[in-house]
C-alpha cells in the first residue's frame, strides 16, 4: 500500500481532530479542562437518593465506573494526538470508537447525576411547565410516558440508555435508546438520560431490574430536565 495514503496534509490532521473533539464534546454541562475531563463533584451525598438507589451503589457507579471513563477517555485523547503528530492516520481512526464509548461515558454519567435529585431537593413526583406540556403533547399523559419509558428501558439487550429527547427539527420531545455509551448528538437535545448497564442497579436490586426502573423516578430532577428544554 503507498505509504502517500497515510501522509497527512494539515488540513486532514485538523480534520480530524475536530470530528474527534466533536464527538466527545459535551451536549450538556459536563467537565473537561484544557482538553482533559475531569470527575464532576455530585451536588448530593452517595445516600441522598435512598431508598430508591443505594449510597452503596453511588458512590461505586460514581467513583469507580464514571472514573473508568474519565481516564480511559484522557488516555485515548493522548493517544490520538501523538497519532495525529505522526500523521499515522489509521492509528487515529482505529481510536475513535474509543473515544466514542469513553467520552460518550463521561457525558452520559455526568448527565445522569444531574438527572437525580433526593426527594427533599425536589426529586420525584411529576414535571410541570414546558416539561409536562412537552410530554402530553407527545404521549397524552405523565402516565402513559412513563410506562412507555419503562418499556424502553426494559427491551434494551445488553448495556445501553433511555432518553427523553428533544427533536431539534420537529420540536417535539420523543422517546430513544441507545446501546452502550453511545451520547446523544446529532438531530436531538438529551433532556432525561437513565442508564440500564447492570452496574447502575445490580447490587441493590439483582435480576430484579424492572424495580430499578420504578423506583428510579422518585428521585428524577424534573427542574434540570426544565432547564435542557429549549
Known amino acids: 500500500m503507498s505509504a502517500t495514503l497515510f501522509r497527512t496534509s494539515t488540513a486532514a490532521r485538523s480534520a480530524l481532530k475536530a470530528g474527534a473533539a466533536k464527538r466527545a464534546a459535551s451536549v450538556a454541562t459536563t467537565s473537561f479542562v484544557r482538553g482533559k475531563a475531569t470527575l464532576p463533584d455530585l451536588p448530593y451525598d452517595y445516600g441522598a437518593l435512598e431508598p430508591a438507589i443505594s449510597g452503596k451503589i453511588m458512590e461505586l457507579h460514581h467513583k469507580n465506573h464514571h472514573q473508568t471513563y474519565v481516564n480511559s477517555y484522557n488516555a485515548a485523547s493522548e493517544q490520538i494526538a501523538a497519532a495525529e503528530q505522526k500523521g499515522d492516520i489509521q492509528a487515529a481512526i482505529a481510536l475513535q470508537p474509543v473515544i466514542n464509548f469513553h467520552g460518550g461515558g463521561h457525558i452520559n454519567h455526568t448527565l445522569f447525576w444531574e438527572n437525580l ?79 440500564a448497564w447492570e452496574h447502575a442497579y445490580y447490587l441493590q436490586y439483582q435480576n430484579r431490574k424492572a424495580e430499578y426502573f420504578g423506583a428510579v423516578w422518585d428521585v428524577v430532577n424534573w427542574k434540570a430536565v426544565e432547564g435542557r428544554l429549549k
Open 117 to 195: 435529585a433526593p426527594s427533599k431537593n425536589g426529586g420525584g413526583g411529576e414535571p410541570t411547565g414546558n416539561v409536562k406540556s412537552a410530554i402530553e403533547s407527545s404521549y397524552g399523559d405523565f402516565s402513559n410516558f412513563k410506562t412507555k419509558f419503562n418499556a424502553a428501558l426494559a427491551g434494551i439487550q445488553g448495556s445501553g440508555w433511555a432518553w427523553l429527547v428533544k427533536n431539534n427539527e420537529t420540536g417535539h420531545v420523543e422517546i430513544r435508546t441507545y446501546a452502550n455509551q453511545d451520547p446523544v448528538v446529532g438531530k436531538y437535545t438529551p433532556l432525561l438520560g437513565i442508564d
